[in-house]
């Protein structure tokens, strides 16, 4: 199979997204270390990933991405386990206006966090095998948000952080790409959290509009997140891309050149 031999680890792995990239990437042949903070959830997805793929494929670890002794040790877990990590993905997000310095903490200093740790681990300078980070943005780190600025600023944060580690990357001959996705809707609990007051926090008010700007896009099923996942991830020519999934498809973004 395409992953055969390969170990990946995703962060926010219990459910939704980072889920459904966990079970692509089983069923496609690698090993997964899945990292969540939401420790019983995760516990409850190890047993039935256990049951599916035998106790040997999977590492379940409760780290939360806003600790860096927890996010390290996480890491050394993994490659005490699996003997590497070649595939990483920073998934885990969260959407809180009310308390937006905690949607920062996860959702843009986790990314750089799980980034940096995974780089420390596969650079070839350093001893590593090299390897692919993809990072999950979202269509709010191209554009605006309304009613969600800090969530659009992490994304955005996220997008750029992502294109420039790739340059880093290539110019300093790490052996590590780093590429993205940007979905639109899909159900899982955080567009769930969007109705209640602390997702849109100071801007509840505009929980319609954001309602009307779902209707617009429409909402994917997390399957088509994870076959874009899977669709960058095996094309190696990839590196410091945007893969956009909405629901008429999925496509590479063009950056504008300035
Ligand atoms: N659902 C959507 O419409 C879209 C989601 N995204 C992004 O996809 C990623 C996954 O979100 P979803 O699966 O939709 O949401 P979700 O809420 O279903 O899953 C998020 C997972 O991350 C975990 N998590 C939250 N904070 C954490 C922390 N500090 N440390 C470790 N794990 C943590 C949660 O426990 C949960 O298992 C997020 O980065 C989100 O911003 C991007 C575009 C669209
Ligand atoms: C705050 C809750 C967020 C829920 C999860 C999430 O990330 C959902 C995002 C869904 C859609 C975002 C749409 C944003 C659209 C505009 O920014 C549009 O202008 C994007 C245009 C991108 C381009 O240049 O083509």
């Known amino acids: 199979m395409a992953l055969e031999g390969r170990t990946a680890m995703v962060t926010g792995a219990a459910q939704g997204i980072g889920r459904s990239i966990s079970e692509i ?51 050394q877990k993994a490659v005490e386990t699996f003997g590497h990590v070649d595939i990483f993905c920073n998934n885990a997000g969260i ?3 009310n308390d937006w ?12 966090r799980g980034s940096y740790l995974a780089l420390e681990h596969m650079n070839k300078l350093s001893g590593g095998q090299g390897g692919v980070i993809i990072n999950i943005a979202s269509l709010a780190g191209l554009g605006p948000f309304p009613g969600a600025p800090v969530y659009t600023a992490t994304k955005h944060g996220v997008v750029g952080f992502t294109r420039s580690m790739a340059a880093t990357s290539k110019m300093s001959g790490y052996g590590v ?4 996705i940007c979905p639109t809707f899909v159900q899982t609990d955080i ?7 602390a ?9 319609d509009p954001t309602r009307k700007l779902m209707e617009q896009h429409g909402v994917l ?3 088509r997140v994870s076959e874009g996942f899977l669709q960058l991830l095996l094309d190696e020519t990839k590196d ?14 063009t950056f504008p050149s300035l």
């Open 25 to 75: 990437l089983l069923k496609n042949g690698a090993k997964v270390a899945l990292l969540d903070v939401a420790e019983a959830t995760g516990t409850t997805l190890k047993k039935s990933l256990d049951g599916q793929y035998g106790p040997e494929r999977t590492l379940f670890i409760p780290c939360d991405v806003q600790s860096q002794q927890q996010f390290k040790a996480a890491l």
């Open 221 to 223: 099923d997390v399957s």
């Open 199 to 207: 997702a849109l926090g100071q801007f509840a008010h505009l929980a």
């Open 240 to 253: 410091g891309e945007a893969l956009v999934v909405v629901s008429k498809g999925s496509q590479y973004y």
């Open 177 to 180: 790409r780093f590429n993205m």
């Open 191 to 197: 567009i769930n959290s969007l109705t209640c007051p």
């Open 95 to 97: 959407a809180n206006e």
């Open 101 to 112: 310095e905690k949607a920062v903490s996860v959702n843009l200093m986790g990314v750089v």
